[in-house]
């Protein structure tokens, strides 16, 4: 299956990080695309800390449910540490699946496709510069179409390619 995985954190080196957690990706199936780096202003919270978003499309035999526990994994490994409060906060990392193929599925502890990927802009710009005519499952609209539409105003800014 070909999962698009968001990569995203405002705590120690995160390009770095994301690069890292890229690189152990691959032993859970291999990278067949690679975003850019992007630099956007906290979404949902106050932080003075900007974070660094990437994107990669992942081809994997896992299913959803045992690839978001290697990611979970991953992220620990990183040095996320999450609170049991819920809302937003400063992380070292966060991965998120936004795509599992076409799939559209929903348990206690996944969704996909991402429920609120299309109303944040630093999570639909690396997904357009993957795959911007990807077709949304649920939206029936393709990422790119979601990107000009998506009400988001905040700032996000492509960085250099840094891989």
């Known amino acids: 299956?070909?999962?698009?995985?968001?990569?995203?954190?405002?705590?120690?080196?995160?390009q770095q990080l994301?690069?890292?957690?890229?690189?152990?990706?691959?032993?859970?199936?291999?990278?067949?695309?690679?975003?850019?780096?992007?630099?956007?202003e906290a979404w949902g919270f106050e932080?003075?800390?900007s974070f660094i978003n990437a994107a990669v499309l992942l081809e994997s035999a896992?299913?959803?449910?045992?690839?978001?526990?290697?990611?979970?994994?991953?992220?620990?490994?990183?040095?996320?540490?999450?609170?049991?409060?819920?809302?937003?906060a400063s992380r070292t990392l966060d991965l998120d699946i936004l795509f599992a193929g076409n799939l559209v599925?929903?348990?206690?502890?996944l969704e996909v496709p991402h429920p609120r990927m299309h109303i944040r802009k630093f999570a639909l710009m690396p997904a357009v510069e993957?795959?911007?005519?990807?077709?949304?499952?649920?939206?029936?609209?393709?990422?790119?179409?979601?990107?000009?539409e998506c009400p988001d105003t905040s700032a996000v800014e492509r960085l250099p390619a840094a891989y």
């Open 18 to 40: 994301i690069r890292e957690a890229f690189s152990q990706m691959e032993q859970l199936g291999t990278i067949i695309r690679r975003s850019a780096f992007y630099r956007s």
């Open 130 to 148: 993957i795959l911007p005519d990807l077709m949304h499952p649920v939206f029936k609209k393709k990422l790119g179409d979601l990107l000009h």
């Open 47 to 49: 932080s003075d800390q």
């Open 1 to 14: 299956m070909r999962y698009l995985v968001l990569a995203g954190g405002n705590i120690g080196d995160t």
């Open 105 to 109: 599925y929903s348990s206690k502890d």
């Open 62 to 88: 896992l299913d959803p449910e045992n690839l978001l526990q290697e990611l979970l994994r991953l992220e620990k490994t990183a040095g996320r540490v999450r609170s049991g409060n819920a809302g937003y």
